[in-house]
């Protein structure tokens, strides 16, 4: 059992930066692929980034390529997510998620995640 708890959001205007994390339980941490997903209001959750296991292998939503970056520190048992340049239209609630995995993959379909944060809300203003 993996518990994940998103931090980091806030009310931002546009152009600016806010740096989220997500800090899971457990010893297993480095045995997880782990995602960054989003949903804004009357929307469906979209992927933004995910991670391998060992931090070698990302991958990015063509959206936010260029202003998002996803990191991951095993140590710490935390994965972030950094966000410049922030847009109106990246308002939503932001979840990170965990994939059970057995190889360097990324995961960017919401249906093969195991666990779920339950979000923190970044809110950009124009």
């Known amino acids: 059992q993996v518990q994940l708890v998103e931090s980091g959001g806030g009310l931002v205007q546009a152009g600016g930066s806010l740096r989220l994390s997500c800090a899971a339980s457990g010893r297993t941490f480095s045995r997880y692929a782990m995602g960054w997903f989003r949903q804004a209001p009357g929307k469906e959750r979209e992927f933004v980034a995910a991670?391998?296991?060992?931090?070698?292998?990302?991958y990015y939503a063509d959206s936010v390529k260029g202003r998002i970056t996803m990191s991951r520190d095993n140590a710490k048992n935390t994965v972030y997510l950094q966000m410049n340049s922030l847009k109106p239209e990246d308002t939503a609630v932001y979840y990170c998620a965990a994939a059970i995995a057995w190889t360097t993959r990324v995961v960017v379909t919401p249906g093969e995640y195991d666990y779920w944060g339950q979000g923190t809300q970044v809110t950009v203003s124009s």
């Open positions: 991670i391998s296991r060992s931090g070698d292998n990302s």
